[in-house]
Every structure is written in structure tokens, then in C-alpha cells.
């Protein structure tokens, strides 16, 4: 199955059907996340499900991607 997604249209097309998908996040780069706020601080996961390093978090990159799978969250606002 092919999913097209127009990232600054906020916009995907798939199987015939229009989706709102968006990529908006808080950084630096928009002045919503402050680099001395610890509260803003956010963290990769590891593969057994600890923390990781701190990163800054940006939009989905440009480009052809293989998407592998799905996965629902019970809160919009969770890590998982």
C-alpha cells in the first residue's frame, strides 16, 4: 500500500482517502522549547525501554520512507 504525505500541507493521501497528519513539534529552532528548561528535556528510548541520550526534537524529514508498521497510543501527549 502506498501512502503519499504532503508534510507542509499537513495532508495524506492513502488508498483514496485524505488524512490530516502533521509533523509539529516544540523546539529551539521555533522558540517553543527552551535549551535551559529542564522540563523540556526529551530523551531517545532504548530498545529495553530505558532512557537514552537527550535530543532536540525536530519535523519528519523530507523524503520516500517504507513505513513497517503502526502503532496506536492511548494518549496524543505520551512517549508511547
Avoid at 535530543?55 to 512517549?79: A, V
Amino acid at each position: 500500500m502506498k501512502i503519499v504525505w504532503k508534510r507542509d500541507a499537513g495532508r495524506a493521501l492513502c488508498a483514496g482517502r485524505e488524512f490530516i497528519i502533521t509533523s509539529i513539534v516544540r523546539n529551539e529552532l521555533n522558540g517553543r522549547r527552551k535549551l535551559h528548561n529542564p522540563d523540556d528535556v526529551v530523551n531517545t528510548v532504548k530498545e529495553n525501554g530505558t532512557w537514552g541520550a537527550a535530543y532536540m526534537p525536530c519535523p519528519f524529514p523530507k523524503g520516500t520512507w517504507e513505513i513497517t508498521g503502526m502503532e496506536k497510543i492511548k494518549n496524543r501527549y505520551s512517549r508511547r
